[in-house]
Structure formats: structure tokens, C-alpha cells
């Protein structure tokens, strides 16, 4: 188990922050959370000690406040925030898997330090598989805002052939602190999430596509892996 990183944008642009009064920043800041929470995007079953995965996720996350970036911000947004997400998971004893990655969104610097995944039921022929996962992430490149997000989710997954669906939900806690912006206070909440996705193995190759909603943020992707 893990815990758990187009169009000329963004985050690196919201640069405009006075423009907003305390409640129309902490709508954006939801919306920014479903942005850069670490997602899933993969079954509850333990890698294996032996286990190694590199993989490539590219998502979108439709804004339910976009005015609001719009307003905040020199450039324009799109209505789906695009991200890049390359991350690298490895297994290890006792049914835990750790992961690290890196996530980028043009014009930003989204970093997930890392994601800790334990397999609470291994799973079998005939029973599903179980998991608890943590993660952490942050916002960076982005000089009026430090923003964070912890999380902590459960899912469960049952293998059928070579295709393996999943689903889960958890909560993401938020931190949002505006810097040097005048008539702004930080804000702490925390939201939570629900996601669904569907694996593929095709030997070492595997492929993967998954909806998340975190908050009232909606991201769906495919991702794409290849390991052992």
C-alpha cells in the first residue's frame, strides 16, 4: 500500500490574491486542494517486497470556482487544471509499500514528498484486498501562497483476470497560507474524497485511469507503469 507529485497556465500566476476577499479564498483554496492532494491510482493489494513500479499520471481537475482563479490570477485558466505527475513506488516487508513523486503543472513546481501504503487484508483468490495509505504534499513556486495537504484514505480492490477495479474514500486536510497579501488570513479545513479507478496488467506494463473527488473538485486521468 502506498501513501501518497497544456494550456500556458497557472498556479505560478495566481498572483493576484488581493483581488479576493476571506471567503472567496478559502473557495479557491478547496478547489486547490482537489488540485494538488495526492491521488491514488492504485489497487489496495501489496506490491511484494520485491515489487517496483515507475509510472507516468496525467490528469485534469475541473474547477468548481474558476472565476475565482480567473480573478486571482495574470493568466488565464483553464477549465480543467492539467497535471503531470511522474512517481516511483517500491515494496516492502510486512505488506507496506512507500512511494515518492513529482508532479507539474506548466508554470508551477507541485511536489507529493511521499506516500506510505499498508496493506491491512492482502487479499486472495476469493477476498479483496484492504489498504490504508497516508501522503503529503505541497505547493511550491508560487510566491504568495504556501499551501499544503495531508491525507489519509482506505480502499479495497479485487483482482479479476488481468483487470483489477478499486475504489476508496479518506480526508485531505488543507493548509493555505497566504504571504504578504493584505486583508488575507491562512485557512485550515480539511474535505473529503472519494475515487474509483480500474487497472490493466499487460505483464510488466500496466495502465490505470481514475476519477477523484476531493472536496467538491473532480480529477479523472489515466496513468501509465511499468515495473515489476
Not at 481537475?61 to 477549465?79: A, G, V
Request: aromatic letters at 10%.
Amino acid at each position: 500500500m502506498l501513501l501518497s507529485g497544456a494550456a500556458p497556465v497557472v498556479a505560478e500566476e495566481l498572483d493576484q490574491l488581493q483581488r479576493l476577499n476571506q471567503a472567496e479564498f478559502r473557495l479557491l483554496s478547496e478547489d486547490l486542494g482537489g488540485v494538488v492532494s495526492s491521488k491514488s491510482f492504485v489497487p489496495s493489494a501489496p506490491m511484494g517486497i520485491t515489487g517496483f513500479e515507475l509510472a507516468v499520471n496525467v490528469t485534469g481537475t475541473s474547477l468548481q470556482n474558476r472565476d475565482l482563479f480567473d480573478r486571482s490570477s495574470s493568466s488565464t485558466i483553464p477549465s480543467a487544471f492539467p497535471m503531470i505527475n511522474v512517481r516511483a513506488m517500491k515494496g516492502l516487508p510486512w505488506d507496506i509499500d512507500v512511494g515518492a513523486s513529482y508532479s507539474y503543472i506548466p508554470g508551477t513546481d507541485i511536489k507529493v514528498y511521499g506516500e506510505v501504503r499498508y496493506a491491512l487484508v492482502s487479499g486472495g483468490i476469493l477476498t479483496p484486498s484492504v489498504s490504508l495509505r497516508g501522503s503529503y504534499s505541497r505547493l511550491e513556486g508560487v510566491d504568495q501562497l504556501e499551501f499544503d495537504s495531508k491525507g489519509l484514505d482506505i480502499s479495497v480492490s479485487k483482482k479479476i483476470f488481468v483487470v483489477t477495479p478499486y475504489g476508496g474514500a479518506g480526508y485531505v486536510w488543507l493548509s493555505s497560507e497566504p504571504q504578504n497579501v493584505p486583508g488575507l488570513r491562512g485557512e485550515t479545513f480539511g474535505v473529503p474524497k472519494v475515487f474509483a479507478g480500474v487497472r490493466a496488467n499487460l505483464g510488466v506494463a500496466g495502465f490505470t485511469f481514475e476519477v477523484d473527488r476531493t472536496g467538491e473538485a473532480v480529477t479523472y486521468g489515466p496513468r501509465f507503469g511499468a515495473g515489476w
